[in-house]
Every structure is written in structure tokens, then in C-alpha cells.
């Protein structure tokens, strides 16, 4: 999946416990996106980072943390506060070249919390 | 901000047959226009993408066009086969970072 990995495939939790979703790339891209997909919708936009201890907020960040500690990873946790949680989450980078370009996906990860 | 509507949401065709399907946006500064299929279980990965200041592309049995006077994109499969069934995203952006999808195509190929 281009050099992106995410870990690991399918992820249980109870709810009211917060859970972090691991994504590694080796594609030296500076930038990386977390979505969440739910069934027969498309991809939403929770976070993405342009460059390293840097980030913003998409368009459902509430109840979602990151980190860019390192180029490589972007590490996603879903808290508590996230209502609905259960869903396919997709990381995916770029390289930041300034304008809209390809994005690399990894294999996502399946979260069910119940 | 961007909005992306994709159409249809389902379509079913015979092998051999051709396919189309149909996004629009709306923010006319957006600028790049990628396709991209999904499997199940799996990432979306890219078939094939185009730029504003190009008005066709094509790669094989795949095409896209693009009409930025009306503000839509279309992808093209000829010559359908079996394995071409999955999910097909079309999405729009005018800088990286921010790239919004439209809801998806699930493309059925009957043999």
C-alpha cells in the first residue's frame, strides 16, 4: 500500500476507553491526513500535518488527538469524547509540493468499540 | 469550503460493457482532480488523475475529462472486466492538505 503502514488491522475497545491508531510511512512525504470512512460514505477529513510538530484540524476533529513528533509517523487517538467511534480509519500522506496532489493510502485500520 | 458530488452511487454493468461516473465541485479554484478505486478491506489507491490545465487524460482502458467551465469531471472505464468492481472516489483540491471527496461509486461488472 505505497509504502504506508498502519497498525494494527482491526482494533477492539470498550467504550470510554481511548485507543491510538499507529500509521508509519518511509516515503519521506513531508505531509500525512487521517479520514474516517463510515459505510457507503466517502472520506472525512479528521487531521492532517503539513510538516513536523505541526498539524491542523479537518472537518471532525472533535473527540481526535494527534502528534507529528516525527516525519514518519502520525499517530491518531480517539478519545473518549468521540461519540461515535466505531468506524474504518484511513491514514494517508503527500508530498507537500504546495498544491493539490496524489495521496498515498495505507491499508486502515477497523475500529469497533462497543 | 469545497464541495464534491459524485454520481451514481451504484452502477452495474455487463462485462465489456463501458462505464461512467460523474463528479462535480464547486470551488472553481480548485485545481487537481483525482480517481481513486477502493477494495474492500483496503485503501483507496490512485487509477489516475488530471490537472486544470489539461481537459483529458488517458491511461489504457481508463479516462478522465475534465470541463472547469462546468465545474465537472468525469472517469471513464472501456471495455469493463470483473475485477474492475469496487468503489471508485472521485476528489478535488487546489493545495495539499486539503483534498475533499465525493461519496463514492460502487461499481458492479457482471460477467
Known amino acids: 500500500d505505497g509504502g504506508i503502514t498502519q497498525s494494527p488491522k482491526y482494533l477492539f475497545r470498550k467504550e470510554g476507553q481511548n485507543v491510538t491508531l499507529s500509521c508509519e510511512q518511509n516515503l519521506n512525504h513531508d505531509a500525512m491526513y487521517w479520514y474516517r470512512q463510515d459505510p457507503g460514505q466517502g472520506l472525512r477529513l479528521i487531521y492532517y500535518?503539513?510538516?513536523?510538530?505541526?498539524?491542523q484540524k479537518g472537518d471532525i476533529a472533535e473527540g481526535y488527538s494527534v502528534s507529528r513528533e516525527k516525519k514518519e509517523s502520525f499517530p491518531l487517538t480517539v478519545t473518549s469524547a468521540q461519540k461515535n467511534p466505531t468506524a474504518f480509519y484511513l491514514c494517508a500522506s503527500s508530498i507537500d509540493s504546495g498544491t493539490g496532489g496524489r495521496q498515498y493510502f495505507g491499508p486502515g485500520t477497523r475500529l469497533t468499540v462497543t | 469550503g469545497e464541495n464534491v458530488e459524485q454520481h451514481p452511487s451504484t452502477l452495474s454493468v455487463q462485462e465489456g460493457d463501458s462505464a461512467v461516473i460523474k463528479c462535480t465541485y464547486s470551488?472553481?479554484?480548485?485545481?487537481?482532480f483525482p480517481w481513486y478505486k477502493q477494495e474492500l478491506g483496503k485503501g483507496p489507491q490512485l487509477i489516475i488523475d488530471?490537472?486544470?490545465?489539461?481537459g483529458e487524460k488517458k491511461d489504457q482502458r481508463i479516462a478522465v475529462t475534465l470541463n472547469k467551465t462546468a465545474k465537472h469531471f468525469s472517469l471513464h472505464i472501456t471495455e469493463t472486466q470483473p475485477e474492475d468492481s469496487a468503489v471508485y472516489f472521485c476528489?478535488?483540491?487546489?493545495?495539499?492538505?486539503?483534498?475533499?471527496f465525493g461519496d463514492g461509486t460502487t461499481l458492479t461488472v457482471k460477467p
Open positions: 488530471i490537472r486544470s490545465n489539461v
Open positions: 476528489a478535488a483540491s487546489k493545495k495539499a492538505g486539503k483534498s475533499t
Open positions: 470551488d472553481s479554484a480548485s485545481n487537481y
Open positions: 500535518s503539513q510538516i513536523v510538530n505541526d498539524f
